[in-house]
């Protein structure tokens, strides 16, 4: 019986630890400006909008189980791939739009950041924004990288706090239920603009360059390890590991997402308060009628997934434009051996803070910013999946019919998500 506990026990902790890129990558999703989304959607439109979660799990599961088995099939990252097989033009393009839209969502997270420390604590808010980018970017630069991933992973956690809220409120589980699973949809434009948001917001190419780029960066950090096109042998082992991770990285992801939109729709639905444009506002707006206990856990959820999020938003621009014109990359490298690579993380990252000092207005930062992921998502999709069915890149790991079923029609929901979104416009 003990030996049975012990082996039970043993295969627990070993699961845990094999979560890692798929976690963090899920739980990035949920940052600041995305807490802000899912919470006007619940405030506007109560839990009218829940059955969208649920619809995306497994599209987000496909397109990033993708992403992941094409940094460790190849051993290089999606923009290197990229890069050797489609023209150069097409390459910096896409890296350029991807860099820009995370430097707008960089400034809106360090922005609201900002703002909910302002609410804890009182001070500046701009002072605190400073605070959090300053302190970031020391992390990314100075910590090892086997190191700062555990800080990650732990940073994860915050997240929980979005889960704890709902079970601060009252909650009629049964009409949840029925309305995720029988939405009740309204083909108005403020209806269909916000689910667009949602779509955009979820689906998000820097997931996708971050995902694959932590795939090789745990390949260079163990000398055991190698690409499957060189280890054939272990790709039973690492496929398993990567469908665990991402199933369990975007089940949290979008488990969180829920209970965001479904904690906003039981108080500020239910209270009135329908017009939600930032998380620090939606956290503020919780006190009075939630208590001090849920305005608190809201707060430091967006402080928590805030600087889990910007190093990812940050990390994955800077992989991005590395591995395009093939610099040197990766966390695990020195600052002085990469310069390049960490001065586009600082670039991305203060380039955000600089962004919170101008009169750009935030809200219309967001919107922008999702234009652009939206935007590039489908082709950076569509040129994701082809090369993950092409022999000549991924050898005899080619994706199956399953995984194409379910990466296409994620790249098919994103283009009709951006057509709905311009045809409202």
């Not at 627990?12 to 990035?28: D, E, K, Y």
């Not at 050797?84 to 820009?100: G, K, N, Q, T, Y």
């Not at 970031?136 to 889960?163: D, E, F, G, H, N």
Request: some cysteine; aromatic content about 10%.
């Amino acid at each position: 019986m003990n030996l049975f506990i012990k082996k039970s026990h043993h295969k627990h902790v070993h699961s845990l630890r094999t979560l890692g890129p798929g976690l963090i990558t899920g739980a990035a999703d949920d940052d600041p400006s995305g807490i802000a989304t899912y919470s006007q959607a619940g405030a506007q439109f109560g839990p009218n909008l829940l059955w969208s979660m649920v619809l995306m799990y497994p599209l987000m599961v496909g397109i990033q189980i993708v992403s992941a088995r094409i940094g460790i099939v190849t051993g290089k990252g999606l923009a290197e791939n990229i890069r050797d097989m489609f023209p150069r033009w097409l390459c910096v393009s896409l890296i350029l739009l991807l860099l820009i839209a995370n430097t707008i969502n960089i400034a809106a997270d360090i922005a609201a950041m900002g703002a909910a420390l302002r609410l804890v604590v009182g001070g500046g808010a701009h002072g605190h924004a400073i605070f959090f980018a300053v302190t970031s970017l020391i992390l990314q630069v100075l910590v090892p990288y086997k190191r700062y991933v555990r800080v990650l992973k732990w940073l994860t956690l915050s997240l929980l706090a979005y889960v704890a809220v709902v079970f601060m409120v009252q909650v009629p589980w049964q009409e949840v239920f029925i309305r995720t699973v029988f939405p009740h949809i309204t083909f108005s434009a403020e209806y269909i603009t916000l689910l667009v948001a949602l779509f955009g917001t979820t689906i998000s190419p820097y997931l996708f360059f971050w995902q694959a780029s932590q795939e090789v960066e745990d390949i260079k950090g163990d000398d055991e390890r190698n690409p499957l096109l060189q280890a054939p042998q272990n790709a039973r082992r690492e496929m398993r590991r990567i469908r665990f991770d991402t199933y369990v990285g975007m089940g949290f992801s979008n488990l969180v997402a829920f209970f965001i939109i479904l904690s906003t729709a039981m108080t500020l639905n239910a209270a009135g308060v329908t017009n939600i444009q930032t998380s620090a506002q939606a956290a503020e707006a919780l006190r009075p009628l939630a208590g001090e206990v849920t305005f608190l856990l809201f707060s430091l959820g967006i402080i928590g997934t805030g600087m889990l999020a910007v190093p990812v938003l940050a990390g994955s621009a800077a992989y991005a434009v590395a591995e395009c014109f093939h610099w040197p990359e990766g966390l695990d490298q020195k600052a002085r051996a990469a310069k390049r690579f960490y001065g586009i993380i600082a670039l991305a990252t203060l380039g955000g803070v600089v962004l919170d000092f101008t009169s750009i207005d935030p809200v219309q930062a967001l919107i922008w910013s999702a234009v652009i992921n939206g935007v590039i998502a489908i082709p950076i999709m569509a040129v994701m999946m082809i090369m993950a069915s092409r022999p000549e890149i991924m050898g005899a790991f080619v994706i199956k019919k399953k995984l194409r079923i379910l990466g296409w029609s994620a790249t098919g929901l994103m283009l009709i998500t951006v057509i709905t979104m311009f045809a409202i416009w």
